[in-house]
């Protein structure tokens, strides 16, 4: 995307007065976990300032996803049996689906929109583990939030939404062909720029930035590769995306470079299957039950 476009939409972007703002306690954390001497007692502080938060971050790890057999009744336990990251993470998602609870749009499937980005979420997790990848504690909740911009676009750019929708249909086109056609940037490089306006940790940033066009990226091309396969293979499997009329194939160089094969995609599979029928606590998180 040319530099004058990335401006054009950041301008855009900028004219919306509505656009929810992540919680004070998701920034917080984050800039700890950049220092090389936070510890748990300082994490687990900043996140026990939202009660709510903390308490559904505890209700995920106590799921039937991380299985495990004791449980886990405090945020500082949580982070030293999951990790710092792990811990900012799941805060960091529950924080985002909280944002978008409630909300509807005409032009997007709520329920199928999260079904995808969890089942994405849920194969990117295991592909990581299934490559050995540095980036396996990273995975989920990028596969989890890749689609940022898709839940803007529909919220906060109605009209272009509409169009895009027309022309998917009456073109057999990919979503994010439409909307660089449409409003000048798909929806990857629309939830890359929030994500930076939100802070995110850049890795996050740069996977929905880059996920449709992975041979572009330039930095956390790993992380990037990951969510860019996990989301064509959530296609593929049908978790959710509804609306899309075409599904998008494996890039050439991401294949090579994951030094992916068919096995390989068998066996992610064989455990994301039912890893999947195992994440309702997201769902409910996402449908607001």
């Excluded at 049996?81 to 749009?105: C, H, P, Q, T, Y």
């Excluded at 089942?119 to 050995?132: D, K, P, R, Y």
């Amino acid at each position: 995307m040319r530099q004058q476009d990335t401006q054009i939409v950041s301008k855009k972007l900028q004219s919306i007065t509505d656009i929810p703002t992540i919680p004070t306690v998701i920034a917080k954390l984050n800039d700890v976990l950049r220092t090389p001497h936070s510890n748990v007692k300082d994490v687990g502080a900043i996140l026990n300032q939202d009660q709510a938060l903390a308490a559904k971050t505890l209700r995920l790890v106590n799921s039937a996803y991380y299985g495990f057999s004791g449980k886990i009744d405090n945020i500082n336990r949580a982070i030293i049996i999951l990790g710092f990251n792990k811990v900012r993470n799941l805060a960091l998602s529950i924080s985002v689906i909280d944002l978008f609870k409630g909300k509807e749009s005409s032009s997007l499937n709520f329920l199928a929109f999260w079904e995808h980005s969890i089942g994405t979420a849920v194969i990117a997790e295991q592909l990581a583990n299934e490559l050995e990848s540095s980036e396996v504690e990273d995975a989920f909740v990028a596969g989890l939030l890749h689609d940022l911009g898709k839940l803007i676009i529909a919220l906060h750019l109605k009209e272009d939404q509409a169009k895009v929708v027309e022309m998917m249909q009456a073109d057999n086109m990919f979503s994010f062909d439409a909307e660089r056609e449409i409003i000048g940037a798909n929806h990857g490089k629309i939830g890359e720029l929030i994500a930076e306006q939100w802070k995110f940790p850049e890795n996050l940033a740069r996977a929905m930035g880059y996920h449709h066009q992975p041979d572009r990226s330039r930095q956390h091309r790993e992380l990037v590769f990951l969510i860019h396969t996990a989301d064509v293979l959530a296609h593929a499997i049908g978790f959710g995306a509804e609306n899309e009329y075409a599904c998008p194939g494996i890039s050439d160089e991401v294949w090579e470079q994951l030094a992916l094969t068919p096995s390989k995609i068998d066996a992610v599979y064989e455990r994301a299957i039912p890893a999947y029928k195992v994440v309702s606590d997201f769902f409910e998180l996402a449908s607001g039950t």
